[in-house]
């Protein structure tokens, strides 16, 4: 069901500048889902998007974390911004981490200069789209930057690296330089909006024990609309 927002004149000017200067950004409401979903799409109106898909996702403890990457790669150009918002935290852990991936990708450049060659085909298992990017690019809203996911059996490297690298060694560097660019570890408050700025981060989730609820919205999601933000 599509539902139709008005858009409403809010002034978020320094969310849009921490946005641009830190790649992410913090909004608090109230911890219900119509007051996180009024925050997003207001602030979704201020960007000039049309619309936005959300998703609630309840998840009971993970073991596991969700490796590092840039939300969508499947696609042709990844998605500029997306958000994340806690109905319910976990009971320990679940903290999401964000790497800058503007840092990351100069500091790569300055010791490995060969890593401008490298490019991956990625797909997922949700849907039948895949895309091939370069590892580091140049965007005209941040300049150079990282466009990664951890290695997983949906990436394919792309043949052949350069004669310095192997397949392994490209990763664990990347990894490393994403652990130097270290932007925030965001402990979850029910009412937290957190807004990230996709082309300059990438993000993660550590492991968490206990049930949490958070909900997901992405701006101009090319396979999902949930609410058209009217203007």
Not at 2 to 9: K, Y
Not at 192 to 209: G, Y
Request: net charge negative; aromatic share 6%.
């Amino acid at each position: 069901m599509e539902i139709i927002v008005q858009s409403v004149a809010v002034d978020l000017d320094e969310i849009v500048l921490d946005l641009n200067v830190r790649g992410y950004a913090l909004i608090r409401s109230e911890a219900n889902q119509h007051a996180l979903t009024e925050a997003a799409v207001r602030f979704g109106a201020h960007v000039g998007a049309a619309w936005v898909g959300v998703r609630v996702l309840e998840a009971h403890g993970s073991q596991e974390w969700l490796p590092r990457h840039t939300e969508q790669l499947d696609d042709p150009e990844p998605l500029r911004y997306f958000a994340l918002g806690c109905l319910s935290a976990s009971t320990s852990g679940g903290a999401t981490c964000l790497y800058d991936g503007r840092i990351a990708a100069r500091a790569l450049l300055k010791s490995r200069p060969e890593m401008a060659q490298v490019r991956i085909a990625y797909s997922t298992a949700w849907r039948p789209t895949s895309s091939t990017h370069p590892l580091i690019v140049e965007t005209p809203e941040h300049g150079l930057t990282l466009r990664f996911r951890s290695a997983l059996e949906t990436n394919a490297v792309c043949e052949p690296l350069p004669a310095s690298l192997s397949e392994a060694s490209m990763y664990t560097e990347v990894e490393a330089a994403l652990s130097e660019a270290i932007a925030v570890v965001h402990r979850w408050r029910p009412g937290d909006l957190l807004v990230v700025d996709n082309r300059a981060m990438i993000h993660a989730r550590e492991p968490f024990t206990g049930s949490r609820r958070m909900i997901r919205y992405r701006y101009d999601d090319p396979h999902f609309r949930t609410v058209i933000i009217a203007r």
